[in-house]
């Protein structure tokens, strides 16, 4: 079968990420995420801190901002993967494939109040453990489904960001070869 020219393999890799955090943030999953859930991943380009505008308010109900963002794209020497491969290769080089860095994330609006009420920052804690759980599956989940003979995926940290602007966050990096 020969491949389609005009499409982007980067964008199936895109894919199951997306799917894969709907399916891990699914608040009617037989295991609903603490402090709700949502099945809208939003997938947008940029890099560094999200803009305050798109993170969750200050409402009781909001639900979570999903997210995947292509953090980069690279070559990589099948013997160094996920290491970047910079050099005089050209494209197409039989040890050298393309690979992409992603980046899945979920945030939520958190109490910012000068006198915190603790037993509100323990249940926020709570969420955010749990959210951080979800990204480490849903990492987990797309390493299963993409890596093959033919392809390596690699994971990376899951970290937190946050409570600057009234949001707590976490992040995962994963690498994928296509």
């Known amino acids: 079968m020969q491949s389609n020219p005009c499409h982007d393999d980067a964008s199936d890799v895109v894919d199951a990420f997306l799917t894969a955090m709907r399916e891990v943030f699914d608040p009617a999953s037989p ?12 997938f947008f380009a940029g890099d560094g801190d999200l803009p305050a ?4 308010g200050p409402q009781s109900d909001c639900d979570p901002l999903l997210w995947v963002r292509v953090a980069h794209r690279f070559r990589s020497r099948d ?3 996920p290491a970047a491969y ?18 899945i994330g979920v945030g939520r609006y ?8 603790w037993d509100t920052l323990a249940t926020e804690a709570e969420i955010s453990l749990d959210d951080s759980w979800r990204i480490e599956k849903a990492l987990c989940a797309v390493a299963a489904r993409l890596r093959s003979k033919t392809r ?26 296509f």
């Open 86 to 103: 910079v050099g005089d290769a050209a494209c197409g080089h039989a040890d050298i494939r393309r690979a992409l860095a992603v980046e």
């Open 152 to 177: 390596a995926v690699a994971t990376d940290t899951v970290a937190p960001f946050g409570p600057q602007g009234g949001v707590i966050a976490w992040t995962g990096m994963a690498y994928v070869q």
């Open 79 to 81: 013997t160094d993967f």
């Open 31 to 42: 295991c609903p995420p603490d402090g709700g859930g949502s099945t809208l991943v939003r």
């Open 53 to 56: 505008s798109l993170m969750p």
């Open 110 to 117: 958190t109490t910012m109040e000068a006198d915190p009420d």
